[in-house]
Every structure is written in C-alpha cells, then in structure tokens.
C-alpha cells in the first residue's frame, strides 16, 4: 500500500505551524510566537526521530516504511524539507518585522541603535547582564566545553592587535534568567533588541583583557540525540534508571547544528570539527538568530490589539451549578472540553474529595503535570485528610521525566502510594477514580480523559473528558487500576477499549461492522478526531471500509500516513487538519453504526505505540445529550473553512474551500459554550 512516510507527515505539519506565523488573520505577536512554537517543535523532532534515524543508518538498515528507499535517502529528504521551511521562515520573521513597524515596535541590533539606546542598553550590560557571561576561550590545550543543547551560544572570533593567530570563544547566552529581549521606550515608539546583540555591542568590554583590532560572535544552536536508554537490569530500579538516562541525554551525540551562514569558514570548521560534525548532513545554515523557541515568550508590548482576544473559560451549565460536584456527577454524566471550560473542575473534584468524610480513597494516572501543580497539591491535601492516595505515575514521559521525578519524591514523602507502572508499557492513559463509602454501597466517580492532568496545558490544548458515577465503567476502570498495580492481573473489558488488549480487536470490529452495513445498502459513516495515524493496519482497514462504500470523515492535527482521496483505494476518506489559536489534542470516534450511532473518547492515536506498547484507554459515551455535543464539536471542525486544510498526497497544505460565509470553528465552539453557560437549555 502506498503510504505516507511519518516522518515527511510530520514535517508538513509543522509546515501548517508555520503557515500561522505567516497568515495576517493571526494577531501580530501572535504570529511571531507561531515561530517560536515552530522552532520548539522541530528542536524536539531532531532530538528524538532525526537521532533515531541516524541510528538506523548507523546499522545500516535497508528500507523505511512509506519511503521509496532507506534512512540515509529519507534522511537526505528531510534536510531538503527542512532547507525549504527554513527560508520561509525568515522570510516570515523578516515580514513580521516589517508589519511590527507599522505599530510603531522596532527591532534593533548593534549595527542599527541609536546613541541614547546604546547608552541604555550599555548600562544594563553593566550593571546586570555582565556578571552572568562568563566566555571560554577555546584552543587545544583546553577540552571542549559540553555544551547545552535547550541552550543558545555566540561564537566569537579574536582578531589581536600585534598579528597574533586568531582566538575563537564561546559565550552562552543567559535568556532562562533574563528572558530573550530587552525592550525600551521613546516617547509612543517601542524598540526591542535580543540579548545576542547586547553582548555583541559589548565584545570588547567581555575581553577587555586582551589588545584586540576586533572581535565579531556568530548565533549557533546545536541538538542531541534525547533518547532515553534504559537498560534491562532487573537489579536496578526504573527512577535509578530515568535518572542516569537523564545523565546520557545531557550528552548524547549532536544530531543538528544551525548557524548564522555569515560566521567565517575557520570558526564554522573549529566547531563542527569540536562536535564531530560534517557540513552538508548535521548542518543548516540560516539567518542572523536561532533558538526562535524563545519567540514563544516574545512580548505584548501593551497593545492588547496584537495579541489573541482573551477567552476565559466558562462555566459548565451542570457543574457551574452544583453544590456538590460529586453528588452532581453520580446523578449524571458531564463532559468537560478544555479549554473552552475551566480545567478548575477537576483540581474542585479532588478537593472536595480530599474533605468529603464518606471518600476512602482516591486513585489517579498521571503522565504530564505542570510543575507547580494544583492536581498533585490536592493529592497531597487528601493524603494530610487521611485518603488512601494512590499516583500511578509515568517516569518515561519524555522531556517531562525530571518534573515526575519531583512529583513523585514529594508524594511519597507525605505518604501517598506511587506506583510507575508495568514494565515496558508506558502509562499514557489519563484516568482518575474516586471511591465513596455510602452505608453498605460503594459509589465510583471516575474520570476518563484524552489530555493531561496539566492546569497549564489545558488553557491551550483541546481535550475532552467525560466524568461518570456509571458503574460498570467505574468497575472496569477500577480493574484498569488493578492491572497497573499488579500487573498480572489484567482483567476483561466489555465497556472500555484498552490497549494493548483490545484496541484493535474493538475498532476493527467497529470498522467491521460499517463496512457490512454498506454492503446491506445502509448508511455507513466514521468520524474520526485524533493527532496521528501512522498505524499501516489501521490504515489499511480504513481503506477497506473505503473500498466497501463507507464514508470516512477524519480531522488528524498532526501526521496522517494515510493517503486520502485515491480512487478505488480510499476515495471515500476525507482528512482535514486544524492548526489554530488552540492546539487540537482530543481524540474521538464516531460510527454510524446502521442509524444508531455510538461514540467514543480516548486517550490513543491511531499509532502502533498507543495500540500495541501502551497502556491507554477509550469510553463509550452512553448519554445522548453528550452524544449530541460530541456531534455538534465533530460538524463544527468539519464545516470550518477558516484554519482548517486539506491533506493530499501533495502535502501542499491548502487552506480548506467553503461555500457561503466563513466558519472559524474554534471560535464558532467558544461562542456555543459561552451561550450554554448562561442558558443551559441553550
């Protein structure tokens, strides 16, 4: 079958992240921090599947799925990519520039402030930003310096008075303790300039030490390879194990090396050299700045008009109301769709929880949390309260294992339980259960999630999650935490779809059944709402469906390796993608199911990973009222026309086409929430 290489999916997604930072419907400084989420996210493809592809050429292995030939072509492939994006990404933050401009925000660097700039600037070198950069002249009797790779670093060449060979040295730029801009005001005019540029007009005063006839410093940024190898030995625990992983990862091999094209070839030849690295297959030459990850934080400048118009969360029409929020959830269903609702339920629900006389304990999954978490402070609170607490968390999750190394000595010490789960499967569920001692009866209100119990992810993903007192579901969750527990007992699931035990076996029959109900003549549809698919059966099942005469509607934010719109393969499957204000992470399905239909939500993509090597868990969705919601959120997305685009095997990308006026969904969806805020029966 003729697929879609993850890898070149996954690059035309950033594309469509880059897409953002160049639409002129985005506020300004917006579009600027589209950059910054850009930058960061192909910091973290080269550090986890770049690195991992160079692995395979190491061994060099022979063929790539959904690739025409091997790694080090498919390799080859993605510079080619990355190359391309890279110009259009300065020429989206040249023209981003310009347009700050017109509201009167002006960049500046050494060659271009003014006087009375300069002796501001110069002041606070002096003052402040002097006593944190500490150069290091580097020559051959020195070793070379480990260099950080979340880090920036200014290449600088020493050119001495008396004709002496040159020197070169390496200033790291100090933006996690003075962020990345400095700003200053003149009047109603605003000017900003990076730190890089301070420290440029300031190179002779940081080696005053020697007689210098110049010294000029070059913008570099480098990433490792971030795989955590954690070996096999039984005798060692898994924190033993993340922690000396932790250690590797700080010095794993460099996988990439951006520059500043204009730093002279003996330096750029001395540091690639350094880092055993090759010009043309680790490099990539750019503009005067990297690391725009820091353009993530760019500021507002006050002009509340360049930025997003703020969208508070809203009250939940059910939960908004309640006295109780457990007594609430027990009497019904409640779905909660962050962010367009408050996250606070949840953190609500725990602390309640933590103080209701009739709860005995409380058991959570955890795989991301905010570092200052209000999740994890009422967990703790419970525990003071005398709950039984019970942290099922995930040490592996990846860039995140340092916060739940935190989290878990903190619980631990006030005497929470903290399991890590079973060996080799991660914990990718998002699961929490309360028990609830009523006379001789025990009440189960459990939560079931397709995102993270993160406070500050949830004001910018959107999620779903459903809390239920149903309890045959309660009970299957209760096993799910059974299994997590004690991992030989793994239990039989009628209502839920975990993996590794029935996802597949569930949606193929779920597929099954649409394909025999097309055969009968009758309606058959899929709705599909989820981040990946990159699983090549999963794939090739929904092109049976296709081939059978089922209609497939899939909205997938991120890689699709599924080649929709082919005829006689898959011509009765159409992709969207939405890349917006909010990062689209909810995964839902929807099946026809012969006029009755049925609706799930999960915490999986459609990845061999989730499927097969992770534990991770879907719900059914039985209320009718939140069936209808489900469907409303689904035909929102499909009718927007605003930020969604069409996927093809062309990848090209394409703003999506509709008839009549514009639909801008994620607005359309605040808008639907904020009506039933006010009006419940709305």
């Given at each position: 079958m003729n697929l879609i290489n993850r890898e070149i999916s996954w690059l035309s997604f950033n594309e469509r992240v880059l897409q953002e930072a160049l639409d002129d419907r985005v506020p300004l400084v917006e579009r600027m921090r589209f950059l910054g989420i850009y930058s960061n996210n192909m910091d973290e493809f080269y550090r986890v599947r770049v690195a991992n592809l160079r692995r395979m050429i190491a061994v060099q292995k022979k063929q790539i799925e959904g690739f025409k030939s091997g790694p080090a072509e498919l390799y080859k492939e993605i510079r080619k990519i990355v190359m391309r994006q890279q110009d259009q990404f300065e020429f989206a933050y040249q023209h981003i520039l310009n347009d700050l401009a017109q509201h009167e925000i002006y960049h500046v660097d050494e060659q271009t402030i003014e006087q009375t700039q300069l002796n501001e600037v110069n002041k606070f070198f002096n003052d402040t930003l002097k006593h944190a950069i500490v150069p290091i002249i580097l020559d051959k009797k020195n070793t070379f310096p480990r260099l950080q790779d979340s880090s920036i670093y200014l290449a600088a060449k020493l050119e001495f008075k008396d004709n002496r060979r040159s020197k070169f040295a390496l200033i790291q730029i100090p933006t996690q303790e003075f962020g990345r801009f400095y700003r200053m005001k003149q009047e109603h005019q605003q000017y900003f300039i990076l730190l890089d540029d301070i420290i440029r007009l300031n190179l002779k005063n940081i080696f005053s030490v020697f007689e210098l006839a110049s010294v000029e410093a070059f913008t570099?940024?480098?990433?490792?390879?971030?795989?955590?190898?954690?070996?096999?030995?039984?005798?060692?625990s898994l924190i033993e194990k993340v922690e000396a992983g932790l250690k590797q990862r700080k010095q794993g091999d460099p996988v990439r090396f951006v520059y500043d094209e204009q730093m002279p070839k003996d330096l750029l030849d001395y540091l690639l050299k350094s880092l055993d690295l090759k010009v043309g297959v680790n490099t990539i030459p750019g503009g005067k700045y990297h690391n725009f990850k820091d353009?993530?934080?760019?500021?507002?400048?006050?002009?509340?008009?360049?930025?997003?118009?703020?969208?508070?969360?809203?009250?939940?029409?059910?939960?908004?109301?309640a006295s109780s929020l457990l007594q609430s959830i027990l009497k019904q269903d409640v779905l909660l769709h962050f962010p367009y609702q408050r996250f606070d339920y949840v953190v609500d629900v725990l602390r309640e929880a933590a103080i209701d006389p009739q709860v005995s304990s409380i058991k959570i999954n955890v795989y991301r949390v905010a570092r200052n978490s209000q999740v994890m402070n009422a967990l703790l609170a419970a525990v003071l309260n005398g709950k039984k607490v019970t942290v099922v968390l995930e040490l592996q999750a990846r860039f995140d294992e340092e916060n739940n190394l935190y989290w878990s000595n903190r619980l631990r010490e006030h005497g929470a339980k903290v399991v890590y789960g079973l060996q080799g499967l991660k914990v990718h569920s998002k699961l929490l259960q309360i028990s609830r001692k009523r006379e001789r009866h025990e009440d189960l209100i459990t939560y079931i999630g397709s995102g993270n119990f993160n406070e500050k992810t949830s004001?910018?993903?959107?999620?779903?999650?459903?809390?239920t007192g149903n309890p045959s579901i309660g009970r299957e969750v209760k096993k799910v935490f059974r299994l997590l527990e004690n991992s030989y007992d793994r239990g039989v699931f009628q209502h839920l779809i975990v993996s590794p035990f029935n996802t597949r076996r569930k949606f193929f029959a779920l597929i099954d059944n649409e394909i025999a109900q097309a055969k009968k003549g009758n309606p058959a549809r899929i709705k599909i709402k989820f981040n990946n698919l990159t699983d090549k059966k999963m794939v090739e099942k929904l092109c049976e469906a296709s081939q059978a005469g089922v209609h497939i509607q899939m909205i997938v934010r991120g890689i699709c390796c599924l080649i929709p719109g082919v005829k006689g393969i898959s011509e009765n499957i159409e992709v969207i993608s939405i890349v917006d204000r909010y990062l689209e992470h909810a995964r839902f399905f929807i099946f026809e199911n012969g006029g009755n239909p049925l609706f799930y939500i999960s915490s999986a993509d459609w990845m061999e990973r989730n499927i097969d090597k992770r534990i991770e868990v879907g719900v059914p969705i039985y209320d009718e009222s939140l069936q209808r919601e489900l469907n409303l959120i689904f035909d929102y997305q499909q009718r927007g026309n605003v930020k969604s685009r069409q996927i093809d095997k062309l990848l090209k990308n394409d703003y999506r086409k509709g008839s009549g006026k514009l639909f801008h969904a994620q607005r359309e969806l605040y808008a639907y929430y904020q009506a039933r805020a006010i009006s419940p029966e709305s």
């Open positions: 570099f940024k480098f990433t490792r390879d971030a795989d955590l190898n954690l070996d096999d030995d039984i005798s060692v353009f993530m934080s760019f500021p507002d400048f006050g002009k509340s008009n360049l930025i997003f118009t703020p969208e508070p969360p809203v009250e939940h029409p059910v939960l908004g109301r004001r910018i993903y959107g999620d779903l999650a459903l809390l």
